[in-house]
């Protein structure tokens, strides 16, 4: 089931990024990263294509934030190859793959400067800051801006500071900013974690709503719940202790056999209305 790449060679080291007009968005090939001597990921062979929209599954400690900095062109492999558009990872400077690839999860709203209105964090997504600048924000961008926080139900929020928004509301005001960058490639680190019900569900709907927006975009979701898998997601790739256990459709990776092996449980699994869910098939 594993989606395969067979392409040519490595390309030179070069200043430049490919354009990635091609339909290989991500390739690795017998990719493995190696910390103090022990394989964290690897060897990986794995391909995203432009449109795809893939889930990543695994229990803790699998790879899967380790696989995100890969994709994010963060970390640099210590074996193998990794190309993000064509371009070599390692081969090329890693600031301009950045430029085009969108990071978004809980952890960074940590980061950001403090007393931002929503409205502001959303513009810091434009130069990937952590405050804004406000001279190079014109008002082309501020309605951009504020069109996606629309788009994510903060319409009435855009004024309001971040430190005063909820868990859910800072998490559509984060995939906001991340989108106003525009990315080739848009990574989703458990954007639903830590949120209340009705919250899940509005992120989902709106993750949803993306991929309609925006067909072409590839998409990388990683979570630890089915449930949480947006309906019009494509693939699904799981990894355990470092490996692909599986990959391939939707179809093909969310059945018992697949879901169980890769989780170490015994588990049931269904699809209703285009939503998953899992859970034990036995109680303890």
């Known amino acids: 089931m594993s989606t395969l790449s067979n392409g040519p060679g490595d390309d030179p080291a070069t200043s430049t990024v490919a354009s990635g007009d091609g339909a290989g968005v991500v390739e690795l090939r017998q990719v493995q990263i190696v910390r103090s001597g022990r394989r964290i990921l690897g060897p990986v062979d794995w391909q995203v294509e432009a449109g795809q929209r893939w889930v990543v599954l695994g ?8 696989l995100l900095r890969l994709l994010g062109a963060v970390e640099r ?80 929020r855009m004024e309001q500071v971040w430190e005063s928004l909820s868990d859910g509301e800072r998490q559509q005001a984060l995939l906001a900013r991340v989108l106003l960058q525009s990315p080739d490639l848009l990574l989703l680190d458990e954007p639903a974690a830590s949120l209340d019900l009705a919250n899940r569900e509005s992120m989902v709907a709106r993750l949803r709503q993306l991929g309609t927006e925006q067909p072409h975009l590839p998409v990388v979701l990683v979570t630890h719940h089915p449930e949480e898998i947006p309906p019009g997601f494509t693939h699904g790739l799981c990894l355990k202790e470092g490996r692909i256990d599986a990959a391939g459709t939707l179809a093909q990776v969310m059945v018992p056999d697949v879901l169980s092996s890769c989780f170490d449980v015994g588990l049931d699994v269904d699809c209703s209305g285009g939503r998953w869910w899992a859970r034990a098939a036995r109680l303890p």
């Open 59 to 66: 229990p803790n400690g699998a790879g899967k934030t380790t």
């Open 77 to 156: 492999p210590t074996s193998g190859t990794a190309r993000l558009f064509g371009a070599t990872v390692g081969a090329v400077d890693l600031r301009l793959l950045r430029r085009r690839i969108g990071v978004a999860g809980p952890s960074l709203g940590h980061r950001l400067a403090p007393g931002l209105t929503a409205l502001e964090v959303v513009l810091t997504g434009g130069d990937s800051s952590l405050a804004p600048w406000w001279g190079r924000h014109d008002d082309r961008q501020r309605e951009a801006a504020a069109e996606l926080l629309r788009r994510g139900g903060l319409g009435s």
